[in-house]
């Protein structure tokens, strides 16, 4: 199975923030990979599709990236409801795979 | 706009069969997206279970596999899952999502159904 690694596991940060979310990938994935927020006592929620691609409703502040089999999120100018956990899931092969998530606090 | 509710048991025996149902809404099951499983046991990460395509193709992840069953019922517009000989390490949030195929992406999501496994 392909393991997703996700860095760092938590951060602290400061509301105006430029906040950096790193997934590696043990094996070529190509693009199929998408990014989602958790907030505590909800779903998922979809972010970005396709390793770049900005889902239909979400914030331009959030955006993704691919270097190889790095992956990257990234929240520019962080806002208050972006306080919550994040995860990449990648699509490219069975079984789909789960990062294990950063969660952003407060600092 | 798609909708996607679990519904089943919240608590289960170990050794039984866990249970669950997603009913679709404002969407039909059969028009040609993927049908998916996903838990999160609590204060944990997210785990892929399994998925089902139209027509009844089905995917599981190895590590479930021996004990899962994904079915769909299109006539009701739903899908269910079956997880056997179930133990608390199968306490978990489970979800149920619409995946798109060939886009990287799950877009719709079940608000999550706790399920314990206890005597």
């Known amino acids: 199975a392909i393991q997703l690694t996700q860095s760092p596991s938590s951060l602290s940060a400061s509301v105006g923030d430029r906040v950096t979310i790193t997934c590696r990938a043990s094996?070529?994935?190509?693009?199929?990979l998408a990014w989602y927020q958790q907030r505590p006592g909800k779903p998922p929620n979809l972010l970005i599709y396709?390793?770049?691609s900005l889902e239909s409703g979400v914030p331009s502040r959030f955006s993704g990236s691919r270097s190889g089999t790095d992956f990257t999120l990234t929240i520019s100018n962080l806002q208050s409801e972006d306080f919550a956990t994040y995860y990449c899931q990648q699509f490219n092969s069975y079984p789909l795979t789960f990062g294990g998530g950063t969660k952003v606090e407060i600092k | 706009q798609v909708q996607l509710q679990e519904s089943g048991p919240g608590l289960v025996k170990p050794s039984e069969t866990l249970s669950l149902t997603c009913a679709v809404s404002g969407y039909s099951i059969s028009s040609g997206y993927y049908w998916d499983w996903i838990r999160q046991p609590p204060g944990k990460g997210l785990e892929w279970i399994g998925s089902i395509f139209q027509g009844g193709n089905t995917h599981y992840n190895p590590s479930l596999e021996s004990r899962v069953t994904i079915s769909v019922d299109a006539s009701k517009n739903l899908f269910s899952l079956n997880v056997a000989s179930v133990t608390a390490a199968d306490t978990a949030v489970y979800y149920c999502?619409?995946?798109?195929?060939?886009?990287?992406?799950?877009?719709?999501w079940g608000q999550g159904t706790l399920v314990t496994v206890s005597s």
């Open positions: 094996q070529v994935i190509y693009n199929a």
């Open positions: 396709d390793a770049s």
């Open positions: 999502a619409r995946r798109i195929p060939v886009v990287a992406a799950c877009d719709f």
